[in-house]
């Protein structure tokens, strides 16, 4: 479905998150982390590119390995994007959540 | 004569060698496939095991029952990869060379990843069911055990089979209702993943099982450790869930030797082209099953599927020719719902599982994603198959290896 983001309007599923992250920029980043409950800084984006180039490399992405990126420990990804911080960052990322088969 | 080397001789290896050696040159390649074990283990009967559904003769047999007349198979554990020098290191030593390898190692579990998994009560009172051993020693411990907490947990993706702890759920559900004592036992369901159901279409078909089921579940759960003391798994944002009875799956990470080899990711698993199942890095290495990283599920179904994409394109190798056939990421799995009900999922890197039948459009007989008898019949019956035809390298009838869109009702996708 269509939605208005910062101005710009983009496909979202039922869940919000973005199916086309090449719409994705920084301004509609921080309107969706404004829904989420989240103020962006400087460090919540430097963790964003990561996970955008981990999605870009098809990397599937785990709380491990964003807690060994050297960007981010784990427990500073949790205070950045509390309460499901993996499928929150998705979402404020512009790519999908991670899922399993079914 | 060149050589060509298949490492592990698990349901991929073993495949892959059967079709190989009904195509291949005999006179031009001789074949070679390594494995530690000389049993070989159907895999999807460790599901079975703890309830007393299957027993120990149902999941194995001697692996050599499996090598075709005219391949090698050496048993013995591997070291290293030399992909410079094409050669395979043995631990004794013994260095074996290749033109082209196929890595099939797959994945194992690594319950030492998480503080305190792997501890005193390892096998005591928190068990995997993704070895042989842990699924014999759960069966063990569920013979005797009177009820309490039975917390089922998954530790992080990408896992082997990931709805099979879904499926442990449901089938614990059945059998204690069965034993008399379901009253007495608190089932919850503990996933690192936004529910027990992430896509679209099968959450909203299948939400209802869990509370149909009363299973609880805690979603968005990534553990930091597990504390045997006080007998709770704790997460990184300090929820703590209580167990009498934990029932793991830890991370699943690919063979040893890759990361000795230094061929593989963080998780040991190889970088692999999705479609074509070349290595990323080396022409002559293919990589199949579980080892591969393709965002895929690991699953037998998926093993079965690439073998045989993967047979074309190393005889196009061997011609120098292009590597024309594409793998589309097609998985057909039976999921166990209990009560003598299971539903058949079939779904592929583009189309997520949805309703429909299988595998033939307007006659099925098997609908998709939905309960019913004749899948769970179908899971039972599989376990003949596997050994009989899969492992072989004979063709299942109607089943194809790239996804069938027909009988599938696609436009919700």
Redesign the interface.
Same mark, same amino acid.
């Given at each position: 479905m269509e939605k208005i983001i910062a101005g710009a309007t983009v496909q979202v %599923?039922?869940e919000g998150y973005l199916t086309d992250h090449h719409q994705w920029n920084r301004e509609i980043a921080n309107e969706i982390a404004e829904e989420e409950g989240i103020e962006l800084t400087e460090r919540h984006f430097e963790v964003i590119t990561f996970i955008q180039d981990q999605y870009a490399a098809?990397?599937?992405l785990? $709380?491990?390995?964003i807690g060994?990126s050297g960007i981010v420990d $784990?427990?500073e990804f949790?205070q950045l994007f509390? %309460?499901?911080p993996?499928?929150k960052a998705s979402r404020i990322a512009g790519i999908p959540?991670?899922?399993?088969? $079914? | 004569m060149k050589q060509l080397l298949i490492l592990g001789a698990g349901s991929a290896g073993t495949m892959l060698l059967n079709h190989l050696s009904k195509t291949i040159n005999a006179k031009e390649w001789q074949i070679t496939i390594i494995d530690q074990s000389k049993l070989h283990y159907y895999q999807p009967g460790f599901l079975f095991l703890p309830f007393d559904i299957y027993s120990e003769k149902d999941v194995i047999k001697e692996g050599n029952k499996f090598i075709p007349p005219g391949c090698k198979l050496i048993q013995a554990k591997i070291e290293k990869i030399f992909p410079g020098e094409q050669t395979v290191k043995l631990e004794d030593g013994q260095e074996i060379r290749y033109d082209i390898l196929v890595i099939a190692t797959g994945s194992q579990i690594a319950p030492q990843e998480v503080e305190g998994m792997l501890g005193e009560s390892w096998q005591k009172n928190i068990f995997d069911f993704y070895t042989f051993e842990g699924a014999v020693n759960l069966r063990n411990f569920l013979r005797k055990w009177n009820g309490g907490k039975m917390v089922v947990h998954i530790t992080e993706m990408p896992i082997k089979c990931p709805v099979a702890p879904l499926e442990f759920a449901f089938l614990a559900d059945w059998y204690f209702t069965r034993k008399g004592i379901r009253n007495k036992v608190d089932i919850t369901y503990v996933t690192p993943l936004s529910g027990a159901f992430t896509k679209p279409i099968a959450s909203k078909k299948l939400g209802y099982l869990l509370s149909e089921k009363s299973i609880k579940i805690v979603p968005d759960f990534a553990i930091e450790r597990v504390d045997t003391v006080n007998k709770k798994i704790i997460s990184y944002d300090d929820i703590q869930v209580p167990y009498d009875l934990l029932v793991t799956v830890p991370t699943n990470m690919g063979d040893e030797a890759i990361a000795r080899s230094g061929i593989g990711d963080d998780l040991n698993f190889v970088p692999t082209n999705k479609h074509t199942l070349q290595s990323k890095t080396y022409d002559n290495i293919f990589v199949v099953g579980d080892a591969t990283d393709i965002p895929t599920s690991k699953a037998g179904s998926v093993a079965h599927f690439e073998a045989e994409i993967v047979v074309k394109n190393i005889l196009s190798y061997m011609k120098n020719q292009p590597l024309r056939e594409s793998f589309d990421g097609h998985a057909n799995c039976f999921v166990e719902t209990g009560f003598n009900k299971a539903m058949l999922i079939d779904f592929n890197y583009d189309h997520q599982p949805t309703d429909g039948v299988f595998p033939i459009k307007g006659i099925g007989p098997l609908p998709l994603l939905k309960e019913s008898r004749l899948p769970h019949w179908g899971k039972h019956a599989f376990k003949w198959i596997y050994w009989n035809m899969l492992l072989k390298g004979r063709k299942v009838p109607f089943i194809s290896p790239n996804m069938s869109k027909d009988g599938k009702n696609l436009e919700e996708n």
């Open positions: %599923n039922d098809e990397v599937p785990t $709380i491990r390995k060994k $784990i427990k949790y509390p %309460n499901g993996l499928k959540k991670p899922v399993s088969c $079914i | -």
